[in-house]
């Protein structure tokens, strides 16, 4: 009995053997690879790349424009320009008009075709014209510089800033002339010097 037992354990063996190595009645109908581990089974997937919508694109354009713009008037700390210290300057004035800020803190508005309108506009609002004046100026003697640059002695009081601006504003219209080199000599100094504010 046990012989015949052993014959037909082997001949199982033999069979299970043949079954899973030769003969296959079902191999016809399976898919290449079938019933074995496909690569990346029992990984997680990688997550997908979350691409931004076109909405967050253009918010954020319109943020990096904004921000370059706010660069270009008033720089970057310690990298500043005399009319990028102007400005900032002119930021810090709190009793100033804020149009006249927007519209004359500039070193621009220190040419001669722009004084009068800037006095004209600007004198009637409290401090605005002297707080200004005191930014554009750094409230320093120019005398040297303005007497270098052939500004007419009558003129010279608007070169020397150390107690602000004349208040006598008829007589800016006698020196109007003159502003192109009082400016030079404003521009000249911020661009060497921190502004009033201590602003670099």
Wanted: aromatic share 10%; hydrophobic share 30%; proline share 8%.
């Amino acid at each position: 009995m046990l012989p015949v037992l052993f014959l037909l354990l082997n001949i199982g063996g033999s069979l299970s053997q043949g079954w899973n190595n030769q003969w296959n009645p079902f191999q016809q109908w399976q898919q290449p690879g079938w019933g074995q581990p496909q690569p990346g089974w029992g990984v997680a997937p990688p997550q997908a790349v979350v691409q931004p919508q076109p909405q967050q694109v253009a918010v954020q354009g319109v943020k990096n424009a904004v921000q370059d713009r706010i660069q270009q008037i008033y720089g970057v700390p310690g990298r500043r320009n005399s009319n990028q210290k102007l400005r900032i300057c002119c930021r810090s004035l709190k009793e100033a008009d804020v149009d006249c800020r927007r519209k004359y803190c500039d070193f621009e508005a220190f040419r001669p075709d722009q004084v009068l309108g800037f006095l004209g506009e600007c004198a009637p609002k409290g401090p605005t014209v002297g707080q200004m004046w005191d930014c554009a100026s750094s409230r320093a003697d120019h005398t040297p510089c303005c007497q270098a640059q052939g500004v007419l002695p009558a003129c010279i009081a608007y070169c020397e800033t150390t107690n602000g601006v004349p208040t006598d504003y008829l007589k800016y219209a006698i020196c109007i002339g003159q502003f192109d080199k009082i400016r030079y000599c404003f521009r000249d100094h911020l661009e060497k010097h921190p502004n009033i504010k201590g602003d670099t």
